[in-house]
């Protein structure tokens, strides 16, 4: 039997987060459905606004925190009474307006990677039962972020997210030559970030590990390691509930393991995806001469001198099908998927 999981105010009846992925991947459908089935489901902001109906070609930030809003509704119509919220890249321009906008959308949770969310507690401070969620990939991160949190703040995360560079899909917190190496220790970094816990501040925050956890062996596994719940990403792509369009998730169904591997993102970077069409991701944006129109993220290569590719419709593009020119990110074990099937069958086989 495992144990339900405490998130600040919010006790989870699985101890399992559906990880935030953007572009569009985790919006309102597959938030409500996994909240349904009494998992955490987090509506991922990156590019929210693009294919949301809601964008006209000139007012994306104003797009972007209602198309946030609106799939957060979406996902409560699902799940009224779920644990539903967001996750939020610090690296967004409109990072600070985002978080606002998660609140305003009835957010419980916010979790936030790539980058180190120190001043999240401030842009929270009037919606004190919204729980506070870092990703980090190492000790010191997490370090960094409780020190601040609790010296300036007087708050400590309502959980830790610890990613492991090695299989999780999307953006890495981690050096691109570190990666594979074997250096890293995914359950030693997860005991010692809760040990941490205890030691400096005599709490008791649940440490969710990430990255490669694809059937119940993989969850088993992570609580054994002593973490205290899972978030889970890639496992939720081949799901009818996921807001991808069906060529994504066929991208998933086809994949060998040898077709995933990392880029380097403009937003400087690593990161795992489907790597066949490296070519034809760059070429797409040489061939339509599009200049960086969103200026989506606050530090990008793309937006500052044109190299590499334009992420956010690289993934944009994926999303709504066109897997020739489109990003497709994924964890390592995404290659493991072999059908659509649904967020219920899939919580029934991890905790049924
Ligand atoms: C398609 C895709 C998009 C992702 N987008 C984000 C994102 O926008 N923000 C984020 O913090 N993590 C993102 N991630 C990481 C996931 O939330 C999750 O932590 C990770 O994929 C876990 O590994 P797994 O896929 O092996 O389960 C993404 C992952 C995938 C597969």
């Not at 980090?136 to 601040?148: D, E, H, N, P």
């Not at 590499?308 to 944009?316: E, G, N, Q």
């Not at 493991?336 to 905790?351: H, Y």
Request: hydrophobic residues 40%; proline residues 4%.
């Amino acid at each position: 039997m495992t144990q339900p999981l405490r998130i600040g105010k919010h006790l989870v009846r699985y101890p399992l987060i559906q990880g935030g992925m953007g572009v569009r991947i985790s919006a309102g459908s597959l938030a409500g459905h996994v909240a349904k089935c009494g998992g955490v489901g987090l509506v991922a902001a990156p590019g929210i606004a693009l294919n949301s109906g809601l964008y006209n070609g000139r007012n994306y930030f104003q797009a972007d925190a209602a198309a946030f809003k609106a799939e957060l509704a979406k996902a409560y119509e699902i799940a009224p009474d779920g644990i539903i919220g967001v996750n939020v890249m610090v690296a967004l321009s409109d990072y600070e307006q985002l978080v606002k906008a998660a609140i305003e959308g009835g957010a419980k949770v916010i979790v936030c990677g790539a980058g180190l969310p120190m001043n999240l507690p401030e842009l929270t401070a009037h919606a004190p039962d919204v729980a506070l969620v870092p990703i980090v990939s190492s000790l010191r991160a997490a370090q960094l972020i409780a020190k601040k949190w609790h010296k300036t703040f007087h708050r400590l995360p309502d959980a830790v997210v610890v990613e492991d560079p090695d299989t999780a899909g999307g953006h890495l917190g981690e050096k691109l030559e570190h990666i594979g190496t074997g250096e890293y220790d995914q359950y030693a970094t997860v005991r010692q970030v809760k040990e941490f816990f205890r030691n400096e501040f005599d709490a008791e925050i649940p440490i969710i590990a990430a990255g490669g956890i694809w059937d119940r062996a993989d969850l088993e596994h992570a609580l054994a390691e002593g973490a205290d719940g899972v978030q889970m990403g890639s496992r939720f792509v081949c799901t009818e509930e996921c807001d991808a369009d069906d060529a994504f998730k066929q991208k998933y169904l086809e994949c060998r393991q040898e077709d995933i591997g990392l880029i380097m993102s403009p937003a400087g970077l690593p990161g795992r995806a489907i790597i066949t069409n490296q070519e034809e991701i760059r070429q797409y944006d040489l061939d339509h001469h599009t200049p960086c129109r969103l200026g989506c993220l606050k530090k990008c290569t793309y937006k500052e001198t044109g190299e590499r590719f334009c992420i956010v419709s690289a993934l944009d593009r994926a999303q709504r099908g066109d897997t020739e020119t489109g990003l497709v990110f994924c964890g390592s074990n995404a290659w493991k998927a072999d059908r659509i099937t649904t967020v219920q069958a899939i919580f029934d086989e991890l905790f049924g």
